[in-house]
Nanobody, 126 residues
Framework: VQLQASGGGSVQAGDSLRLSCAAS????????MGWFRRVPGKEREFVAS????????NYADSVKGRFTISRDNAKNTVYLQMNSLQPNDTAVYYC????????????????????WGQGTQVTVSS
């Protein structure tokens, strides 16, 4: 499975961006799709996930209410709508896919994801 992330850029605080993650397979066949981010010198951080069985979305507390994960099954694409961006959202954002259920906490654990996209840079200036 190949994942292609896009949509990053440089914006001002308060602006919005939408990231896209195009998969080379039918995303309905995957247990979960997730977005993570990494700041230099820090570990990869969970941002959001969408599990297809039973169709649950989860968000990190830091983005809850501002970010929305969604999917277009026909396009095999997952999106991350990011509103009210803040400077501390600056990071490289990665999309990831989990083939099967691993554990009840696996949706936010990077080690539980099987496939990763190449990352897209998001820079938010104040």
């Amino acid at each position: 499975v190949q994942l292609q992330a896009s949509g990053g850029g440089s914006v001002q605080a308060g602006d919005s961006l939408r990231l896209s993650c195009a998969a080379s397979t039918r995303i309905v066949s995957l247990y979960a799709m997730g977005w993570f981010r990494r700041v230099p010198g820090k570990e990869r951080e969970f941002v959001a996930s969408a599990r297809y069985k039973p169709g649950i979305t989860n968000y990190a507390d830091s983005v809850k209410g501002r970010f929305t994960i969604s999917r277009d099954n026909a396009k095999n694409t997952v999106y991350l709508q990011m509103n009210s961006l803040q400077p501390n959202d600056t990071a490289v954002y990665y999309c990831a896919a989990q083939k099967n259920f691993k554990s009840h906490t696996g949706y936010y654990e990077p080690s539980k994801y099987d496939y990763w996209g190449q990352g897209t840079q998001v820079t938010v200036s104040s």
